[in-house]
C-alpha cells in the first residue's frame, strides 16, 4: 500500500546503517532493502510512518517523525489549493 506521494518525513543515514536487518524485520510495509552489505529505502511512499524501523536500529541510521507527514502534506495542500505535499 502507498500513501501520498512524497511525504513522509523518513530519512536513512547509509553511514550509520550496518546492515543488522532490524528495519527489514520490524517494517509492515517493506519500505526497506538489502543493499550492497547494508539497508536502504526501497520506496519511501510505502511509508506510513509508525515509527518501528527508527525505534529498533540499534545505530541510530534511521528517523521518521512519527505520523505527521501525510497529515501535514492533506493541511498544506487544503491551505494552498495544491496536490498534498510535504514542505
Given at each position: 500500500m502507498k500513501y501520498l506521494k512524497d511525504v513522509a518525513t523518513l530519512k536513512?543515514?547509509?553511514?550509520?546503517?550496518?546492515?543488522?536487518?532490524?528495519c527489514l524485520t520490524v517494517c509492515p510495509h517493506r519500505v526497506f532493502e538489502p543493499c550492497e552489505g547494508k539497508v536502504r529505502i526501497a520506496d519511501r511512499d510505502r511509508c506510513m510512518e509508525c515509527g518501528a524501523c527508527a525505534l529498533n536500529c540499534p545505530f541510530?541510521?534511521?528517523?521518521?517523525?512519527?505520523?505527521?507527514?501525510?497529515?501535514?502534506?492533506?493541511?498544506?495542500?487544503?491551505?494552498?489549493?495544491?496536490?498534498?505535499?510535504?514542505?
Open positions: 536513512h543515514n547509509p553511514e550509520k546503517c550496518t546492515g543488522c536487518g532490524m541510530g541510521a534511521i528517523e521518521v517523525h512519527q505520523g505527521v507527514g501525510c497529515a501535514a502534506a492533506i493541511l498544506a495542500g487544503m491551505l494552498t489549493g495544491e496536490e498534498p505535499r510535504c514542505c
